[in-house]
Each structure stands twice: as C-alpha cells, then as structure tokens.
C-alpha cells in the first residue's frame, strides 16, 4: 500500500504540479459533493484501489465508498464507484485517478476477451515482462483480474535464457551449463527455442521449460509431445493474436505468454460526474 | 536528463530486481556485443534518449551509436539504431529499453497518423492530459515527434475549467468570475461548453479560449463563427477518430485535441538482436 | 501538507542532528508544560501551519492549541498562539518553529506595511521570484497575508521575457514571435520594457502585458496611457520602496511587483515560553 | 558538494517547475553568451560555489570562469564573476543562482559591518541557530566569509542549556547536574543566566561555559569578572545591535552571539547580464 | 521513530523484494495467529521497537503485544514477547524482525558479560565508532541495554585527535593547538597517546581529554596519576578483552572503551513460533 | 555501484554527521599522504570496493591504489590495500571503511573456516537470509569470497515452506498444494522437515526440494537416502558448527545453510595507516 501511495503521489505531482489553479480559483474549500464513476463503454474494472489512494492522497475525505469489486464485468452505462467527498480534491485528482483506472480497466478487459478466445481449454495465458514503465505491478493484477496469470515478475525471479542469451554464451548447452550451476537450488531453468532441433538441444541439455517462440501451430504440436516426453513445461510465445490463440491452445502448451496484454490494450472509456450536496 | 535518468532508474529496478539471474549466469562479464534495434512494423521512431539512457545507467559501455533521429519515418526492416558495449548489461537491459521507445514510437506513430488526416488543414492537433502516469513528459515529446502538438503539461500551467468546475462552481459565469479573479494576469481562461448556449454565456463571462466538448461537426461550424467574432481561440475535443477527425478541422476549430493520442496507442514492434564480437 | 511536513522533517534534520542533546540530557520524559508564542513586536502572523507542524513532527502530542488565524494583526506583547504537550519535543522543535514563522511573519508584516501605503489605489501589489531557496510557496503565502498578491510562482507558469531573453533572442520582435508560437495557447505573453521604444515595440508585437522596468514615475504614467489604448496589462518593478511605491501606483500600473518583500524583510521577535504542567 | 548539488537541485525545481517556457521558446538551444555578476551596491561576496553550482545543475557547460573569491569585499560597480556557458541554461537558472548568491552576500555584508564595530577588540562575533530553515550551511559560511565566526551547529554538538531547559528541569542545578551526567566525555556544558544569582549558581553547579542574556553593559562587566576568577567561559547575546555591539565587546566577554546575522540580514543587489557570443 | 520506521523499511524491501511468494501462495489472506518469541540461549533484550516495527509496517494489525523491556535478562526458554495478528504479514516479517532483534540483542548480551565483569568498580564502560553500518544508533542502545555507556556518537560531535591525525598534522602540539583554535567553545579537545612522552606533551598542549592506546596496565596506572594531578579526564582502549577489562578498570582510568561490543558480538538464538486462532 | 554508493553514503552520514570536526581543525586541506591497511590477524579478504568506494565519495582524489583481490587469502602483518590521497577525508572515512571490510572480511573468514572443515566432499555450503540489515548484498558476496555459496536471496525468488507456514495454512499436503498452483512455473517448491515421516509426506506433495532441519546425522543419511529415490534436491540446516559441519556433509546432503556464516562471524582486526607524502 505505501509502495501504491508513493507511486500515486507520483502521478499527482506530475498531472498537478504546483496546485490547481482552476480548481483553486472556481471551487470553494468548503464544497462536497456526490461523484459518480460511469462506464462508457463494456468490460472489466481493475485497479479500484490506485483511484481511490488518488483521493485519499489528496485528502479528499471520502465517505459513503461503494465499487463493485476488481475483476467484475461490467456494461456500458453501468455506475462503476460512487463516493461522497470534499469537491475540490476531488476535481484536482480526477484525471490522475481516471488515468490509472481507464489503463488498468482496458488491461484487464483485455485479457479477458483473450481469456474467453480459449474459453474450456486447460492452458493458461500469461503476460510477459512487456509492460509500462513503472507500472508493472498494477498492469500485472489487472491481467490477473481480467481471468489470465503472471509469468515471472521480473529478472530476477525466473531463470530464462532467451535467443540472445545463447547468442552470447555460444548455444544452447553452454547457456544451460551455466545457468543451471550458476542459480540456488530452487530454480528451475527455462530456454527459448525456434525449431525442432533446438527443443531436443534444449532437453538434452537440462532445460526445466522451454518456450516455444514464434512457431507455428503445427510445429507447436510436434513440440508439445516432445515436451510431454521429457517432462518439461511448454510455453507458446510470438505474435499471439485473438485469432490465432485458441489454436495453439488447442495445439496442447501449458502456457501462452502475450506482450499485448499489457503493452497494448486500449484504455476504456470511463468517466466521473459529480453533484453538489 | 537528471529526470530521465531516475525515470529509467526506476524503471530498471522495476524490471530486475536484485539481479538478472539469467544474464549473470550465462553471460561472461568481458563479452562484448554489435547490438541492433530492428523495426518489424513501420513507423515514427520516439524516445532514442530513454532507450540509450537505460544502457548507460547498466554502465554498458556503449560505443559507435548510429542511430535515425527521433520523429523520424521508418519502415519494416529498417535498423533503426546500432551501437557496441557489454553484453550482459545489454542483455539486461534490453526488456526495459524496449518497453520505453515501443510505447512511445507507438504514440509517435499514431499521432502521425491523426496528423496526416488532417493534411493541409491549418489546425493544431494536440494531446490531452490523459497520459500514462509517470510517463507525460516522454508521451508528450512522442506526441511532436509524431507532427501533433502540446496542450498544457498539467493542472498548473493553465486555467481550463470543465464540466465538473462550472457544477461545482454553480454555473458558467460565477466559474468564470472567479477564474479570472483567482489567477495571475500572465493567463488566460478556457472553458468547457457543450451548446451553442454555454458558448455565449461564457464569451460574455470573460472566456479567452472555449473548448467544445462533443459537439457535432455542424454545432462545431456554427461555434466557430460565434468565437471568430469574439476573438476567442477555439478547441474541440471528445471522441475524436481518425474518420473524424478531418471534418471536424474543417469546421475551422484552432485546435484539437485527442486523448487516444496518449492513452490508446497500440506499442510498435521493435526488436534488439546481437552479434558477437 | 505532505510537502510542508517533509519541509519542516529537513529543518528539524539540520536543527537538530542525530539529537538534542541538552534537552534529552535535561528534560525528563514525561514532563508536560503549557507554552505561549509571545510577540515582541508589533506584526501580522503567517505560517502559524509551519510553526504547528514541527511539533507534530516530533510527536509532541500537542493539546488545546489556540492560535490567531493567519493574516491576523497583533501587537507587542500579544500571545498569539498558546498550547500544551510534552516538554522535551517542545524544547527541540522550538528554535526552528520559531525559525519558520519569526521568517514568514516578517515577510507578512512587511507586505502589510507595503500594502497601508497604498491604500485606497486600485493597484495590485505583488511578490517576485526573488524568494529565499525552497521557501517560496512559504512566503508566497506569508504576503497574500500581508495583504498583497502573488505574480507567477515559478518559470513554468507564466510567460516573461526579459532583458536578457531579449537580448538572447536578438530582439523584441522574434523574442515575441517566438514565445507566441512556441506556448500553448492558454497563456498570455508578457514582456519586459525600459523605454517607451520598446513599449511600443512590444505592443506591436503582439504582448498581452508589459512590465515597465525602473522607470520613472513620469515616463510609467506615460506607459499606462499606451496600454489602455492598446488593451495590455502593464506591470511596475525595480526598486520599489516604501518611500516611492505610492507614487508608482498613483501613475495607474494595474500591477507592482517589489523583491524586497521577500529578499529582505527582517524577521520580527517572537519568543517561545513553557510553564511545567 | 554532494550536499549543495541536491539544495541546489531543490531549489530548481522549485523555481523551474515543468520547465522554463519562455526561455525554451525564445533562446535557441545552440546559442551561446557571456555573463557577468556585477555589484549594485558595495559588500562582501559569498556563496560562489551555490551560484555555480546551478548552472553546472543545469549542464551549462560553463567555461572562462573568472570570480572574486568568497570573503571578499566590492565595490557598487564590480564585475564580480564572470563566464561564458550556453544561453538557455544560464537564463534558467539565473533567478535561482542570484536568490543564493544575493542572500548570502547579504549575510557576509552584514556580517562585515558588526566585524568592523569591534576592530581591534579580542572578542569573537559568533552566530546562532536563528537561520533560514535549510540553509544553515550556507548561512554559517557567510557568517564567516564576512569575518565573524561560528557558533555550534546545532543540538547535537553543543550542550547549552537555556531558560525553558531550566524551567523544565526545575532549576539551574538539576539542569547542570543532568547535563553533566548525562552526556559523554568531550562535551562541555553551557548555560544561559539572566543575573549575577544566577551566574553564580551557574559556577557552582559546575557550568563549563556560561551565555549572558539581554544584560545590560554593566552587568555584563560584573559577570566577566565573575566568570575570569572561576575560569568559564563567557558569552553575550540578546538583542545585540550595530549600535551596542562595541560596549558589550568592550566589557570584556569571550563571545557575542547575533541572531541578525542570519535571520535579518537584507539581500544585496547584484545583478546578472549577458551578450551573446 | 520516523527514522527506525525508514530503515525497517529498507530491510523489509531488501529481505523479501517484489513479494513473499511462498506466503502469498501458502497463507490464506484472513488467517490470524498468536505468536511467541522463545528465548532459545540467556541473555539482555534490546531492540523490541525494532522488532515491532516490522510488523506495523507490513500492517499485520498486531494485538494483545505482551514484552519484557529492553535491557531485561532473561533465561533459556523465556518467552519475551507474544502478539497476536495475521498470519501472512507476520510470517513475511518474521526473518527480518529476528535480524534486528538477534543481533542487538547479542550486543546488549555482550556488553552486559563485560559490566559484570567489571562489577563494583567505578569506571564506564563505552562503545566506539566500530559499529555496523547504518546500525549504529540501534547498536548503540543496545549497549545502554546491556549496562555500558556511550561514547561519542559520530565525528561531529566530539573532538579527538587520534595517531593518524597527529601524523597529519606534524605533531601533538600543532594537532592540539589547532584543534582548540578550530573548534567552538562548548566542545572539549580529547587526544590519543600511546606512551607517557606523549600524555605529557598533550596535557602541556591543552587537552582535557586523553585516550590511552594500547598500554599495558602498569603503564595505565602510571598515566591516570599524571592525569590525576592534571586534571584530565582519562580513557583507555585498543584489544580490551572479557579477561583484562578489569586490570584496566582496576588501574584507575575513567572511561574502557571497547570495539568488540559492536562489532563481533555474536547473535543470541531467538525463535518465533506460531498457533493459528 | 550505483546501489553500493549510495550504501556508503549513508554510512558516511551516520558515521560523520555534519562535518568531521577533528580532522577539519587539525588536517590541512591540502595535506596528502600515503595509506595501507594492514592485517592484524589472519583472513580472507572481502569488501575492498565498499572500502575504497567511501575514500571516492569523499573525493579523496585516490591513486596508485593496489589491493589483493577479494577471495585472497592474507596472515597478519599482510599490506592488504595501499594507496596516496588527500588525507583529511581519507582520515574522515577512514573508521567507515574500516567498519565495512572488518566485518565483511569477517565474514568471508568464517566461511573460509567452514569450507575448509568439508574439503574434498562434494557438498556446496550456503549462507541463510539471517544477514545484518541493508548488508545482504555484501555480505552474501563475502560469503562466496569465502568459498561457500549463496542460497535464495529473498523472500521473492524462491519458494521455501517453513514450519510456520506449514502451521498456516493447515498441514504439509495443503501448503504444497497451494504454493504449486500459486507459483510461476519456472520455480522449484521447497520445504521444511523435521523427521521422515513429514519427509515422506513433503515427496507425496510433489515438493522439488526438502529442507531437513535439526536433524541428528543419523536421520539425515536416512533422508538423503530417500531423496535420492524421489529425485529432491535435499539441504541440511539448524545449529551447524564448525564441529559437527563435516558429519553432516558426509551423511550425503547436497547443501548445508549455516546462519552463523552471516550472523555470528566476529570482525577482522585490520588497521589504517598514514604517512604525509
């Protein structure tokens, strides 16, 4: 919570700066009012509570709080959030909370229609590290909330030795030596491959997970069943659509891992109206 | 620069943690790398500085950096930047690197695009405040290098008052009255208008600049001469797409502004690979 | 508050350093005392918000504060504010509480004295950005209670070129120009002038206001006639005193902006005293 | 320096905000000048390191600098530094560079002045901790550039015990004994006395040091003597003025503390101007 | 408070990163619990508040807290403290409270073997600046809590001239005149000196204290005569070990100070243990 | 490096306070000298870059440095690192850079010991999270300089079940359970046991890994033994001495922790010394 409130503050003093000045000017100190979050659109909410640390932030006083929950559907039309509090806070942190809450929205309604393209299948969609700067957190509950899963949060908390990597270390068996002598013992050790043949490298080599980048769908099966074999886990990655995912579910990975979810999702059209009282 | 780099800071730490596990065990410390950043899409490139800035603060000792300058055009295929240095840092911080100048080369690229419908048209087409926390300032820069231009940075360096200012200020003109009162005498005062109504209401309150929220390209024509008349700037906003957005300049508005520039453009496909050397 | 709590964090961290050693060597813990700012000299009050804050800062448990409001005349001898809590925070925190508000209500009390010099004008009185390092938004308040008003805060909110803008721009016209074309268009443009030349200059130019700079009070009221007739604000400074400020604003500026009051009022005498309760 | 560069970086962003947008938008970025800091009044200068330290904040990239060194006295007139850096920066920061530099100054000038009204005499003028809240550093080296000298810092390196110690502790020997047992080895034990009881009392609870508040000249003289016979320490402060800062030095104390040193000491006129190059 | 707040803070960010995983998946959000902490060897507590703050600060919502004070000996098997709260954030705490409070109660354990060792004579035993980094204000009670004393908390606020300053400045004479000249008037002026030449030459140069390095007891002995008759406050130091202290104490100086108490004290077994409720 | 300075520079902070007022009276700003820091005792060296990171952070203009390198062996009288610099802040960090290397040094020391007392068996020792607070990174390097190895760093990139957790969330079968499902999929699953029949269990739940904790040497053949068949990574832990170290490995484990590594090794006696150059 401190961590949201700082990255909130933030936010604030970016979209603020020294004061509002037209809210400063028009609105007395002294005014409350009733505020309303509406949707404009349909989808998931996510990230209630980065809009409300806003106001709170900004010691809006807020009463009277009722939201319906992260990762509830909604309609368009539908009264998302509705709060009482002091209307000059309120009105200077309404584009930082709507900010963050159209963003996060639009993540988690996103992976939810990726959720729903391989709707009974037992895969599970993953998000990658491709997220917003400073974000990552937050994007990655939204993902949550819109009914995927996380893959491993940073660089630090999985052991995955992409195309690069290999490059670098001169293939596929010495990257996995390396990795596998040079991590604690509680770590399993993934490995990206393009083909066939890396794949049987890869398990030859000691690779825990593979991921399988970019193949196409039938060679995804071929892979798959290799995998089974060999006990490894299978991820699909590469240019993952809504069209296209629900075939290399179906093609039998355990996980698919999709950069669009969060670093291309549209944001949803909310909007927040308030009244006197 | 001091800003950009505590941004990029952040972002890494974000984006490692306490290590790149995988880097540190697979990649030797004196490995040196050509590393290039490939365009699998066309587009405008954004964000150069924060892609590079990411590398020095890794201390990836980059040399020879070629690179196609920011707000330029690009097309699939292209390199678009060529540099040497340290492999692991640059291993490390690829992920974030990309998640910068994608995102951003993907709002340069999609207001390049609001700006070529516009072609020939004497309209300014501009951002919005609906940027994505923490990132205004590269968003706003990204908004240039695509053709558009900039509205007010934050809530400080302009007097607009909206919707929810003139309800809680209880109308157009007590809004106005204090609006001019309350601010110092180098600003101007904007206000939202949704009629033909409130447009003169706040022309005779005092308005140096409108913005007409919503309104339809033939309410929009019929605004325009009245804020001719007046000598008022003129700006329209609300759900402007890139089918449009055309007509509505053509109404002969001043400026436009579009909050899709910054808060739905879909990231650009960007790739960094690497050679030994 | 926020922001004026870690103010006053860094004050007590330079008054005190890693600790009051004479009050913890002398002060038993759990003593109480009553206290009572006293004035020793005739003023206005401001900041009493500081002077409270470092108290809370350091956990005084601060009881049955009574205070006049900011703003508010006293008199020698005058108890302005009295409250209760535990002695050895009070004892710690007194000298940069006093710091603080001795500062700001000389500030307040010396605007006060600027603004009864021209009572009955129409002029606006006004601070400058000549403030004491990160006290501005301190002292910026400290002579809105002094009964005067604040210019722009900071370079970020407000658009006036100076001589030396002038000079770096290569003159009057393309520093106007410039500055016309490269603001957002809800700012104004001022400019600053020495002679009635370059007034007119300005004027054709484009400029919204004008600030005469340590012109005589013939060749200001000169300057005043020329802008009514051309609709611009215009704005008086340079060493402005006591002596000649009457004089300027009876030459009908709308505005007079005096460094002084901020760079050079002495503090006034208040003094702390405790009682053991 | 670590230390000024990050008072020097608040105090920018404090003055600068989001950016500095009239000179942004009327200096080129490449343009280069010449500055010159030249004295309106006579003084004696200070703080040069914090007035260059905010253009090197801002990457002014400064050559040919030339200055009078800190402590040194001028003349109404002088060019008391100057140097060549590129424009924009140099505008940005000049507010800033001169609040510094004009206080400062003022506090070494002031300073100067009480030097000269105790020429010849062996006593030390020392400061107090009645200076600008975050400044003291800054503020305490003035008070030596303009020949006087420093008091202890702050609370942690001085043990001084004054009235309000006194009343909570219940008296001048509860107060000294706790002192005295109370703290380590290398520190001596000061106290404020009003009266020659007092004073005595003082020496005989076992007082190091003893300060003499707001006595007249003749007690004053009666308390050296005091004090010479029971080898302490002696110190006058309260209310010390131009006017009677020799007769108090004349009574023979060791040190006279000024609280005007610091906390009312006007800024002196300085001024910067620039040619381009 | 704010400061231990900070660096339990820090620690927590260091010990768990961007999550306790394994808490976050076994423990169920709603689960409370009690909790014990077993003395698991004899000791002195220190640090409780340390200890407790690192569940304030995960918000772990602790209750019915029961704990013996700081600076208590306790047995084998004692509980010392018990608390009730959630589980997870207990859990994700745990390692990180027992950090704090092992280590610091290790050195109140050490120092009060060494005051017991010194037992009925009257001599202080003190700490040194040897202490871990950023630990030293927390290792610095702890030695209260084991019955010793402090010394000087930092470099700023006490004056000791030790053997490498000497080498700097040439000499006991120069390194002590200057050192008088140089310092203000509240502070005494200690000294280092390894043989009886040089304690003489230092009481003859104005010290008024002397820090006696290395001697063996009978040159100890020698030298709090001289000091004795001079009147000086005399310390001795370098290698005190559990089995010398008193020899040392015994020869008469008034202060031991000691580096082992910080620095190689080892932990004390503390456990916590858990009961769901 | 970034990090480790600004490590230093707090520790600076702590160990200077507001200026190092020996050093600052006694050394001449322009003195320089050469330094060594000499072996008292036997050792391992590590910490040389926090060591020499304090002289860079007080400017003192280091050169013709030479160290051994961290990982070397060295035996009393050794000149472990020289090097010339300026020596007042040489001096003034001179007991902060002391405090780093003699505790880390200690550290690699004692895990010298440790790693000597298993020579020849194939079993790798580790250190535990019971580090001194913000010394985790430094001191888990020591540990490897030291010869032993490093477990999980933190709470974030390993999954380790302990006793307590197990308590939590209802038995061994429902922790595994959960931490599986609630886990990504590119990390291992390990926990605690205390005797074989929680081992035969912990294999049942699909745990990759076993902790057997404070198991006799005789029970821990039996577990390794067990382990084997399952194919699970299986570590001993709980009071290991440098007695009993070398039976634990030979009954099989594939890792020992040892806390003590961290938490108990006494510092390294080294010395700084000075000569004026």
Chains 1, 2, 3, 4, 5, 6 share one sequence.
């Not at 942190?93 to 709707?119: D, M, P, S, W, Y």
């Not at 293939?171 to 490995?191: C, N, Q, S, W, Y």
């Not at 039938?218 to 069209?243: F, P, Q, R, Y």
Request: charged share 25%; aromatic share 4%.
């Amino acid at each position: 919570m401190q961590e949201l409130k700082a990255l909130v503050r933030a936010a604030l003093a970016e979209g603020i700066g020294q004061g509002d000045i037209t809210t400063n000017a028009t609105i007395r100190p002294d005014s409350r009012c009733q505020a309303w979050l509406i949707a404009k659109q349909d989808g998931i909410l996510s990230s209630t509570k980065a809009f409300r640390a806003v106001f709170d932030c900004l010691d809006a006083d807020i009463h009277d709080w009722k939201a319906i929950h992260d990762g509830a559907s909604f309609e368009r039309g539908d009264r998302l959030i509705e709060f009482q509090g002091w209307t000059a806070p309120i009105l200077t942190g309404e584009r930082v909370a709507l900010n963050f809450i159209q963003h996060l929205t639009g993540i988690a309604t996103f992976a939810g229609e990726f959720r729903k393209a391989v709707e009974g299948l037992p895969v599970r969609l993953c998000d990658t590290r491709k997220t917003t700067p400073l974000l990552r957190k937050l994007e990655k509950e939204a993902v949550v909330h819109g009914g995927c899963t996380n893959h491993r949060y940073a660089l630090f908390d999985g052991v995955l030795i992409k195309e690069n990597h290999i490059t670098g270390a001169g293939g596929i068996r010495p990257a996995l030596e390396r990795a596998i002598k040079g991590t604690h013992h509680l770590m399993k050790v993934g490995i990206e491959v393009t083909n066939i043949d890396e794949l049987h490298e890869a398990i030859a080599g000691g690779a825990d997970a593979v991921l399988l980048d970019n193949m196409s769908v039938e060679m995804i099966g071929e892979a798959v069943k290799i995998c089974e074999d060999a006990n490894v886990v299978v991820e699909a990655s590469g240019n993952i659509t809504m069209e296209n995912v629900r075939a290399v579910a179906e093609a039998g990975v355990h996980l698919i891992s999709i950069g669009a979810l969060t670093h291309s999702a549209p944001a949803v059209d909310l909007s927040l109206i308030i009244k006197n009282v």
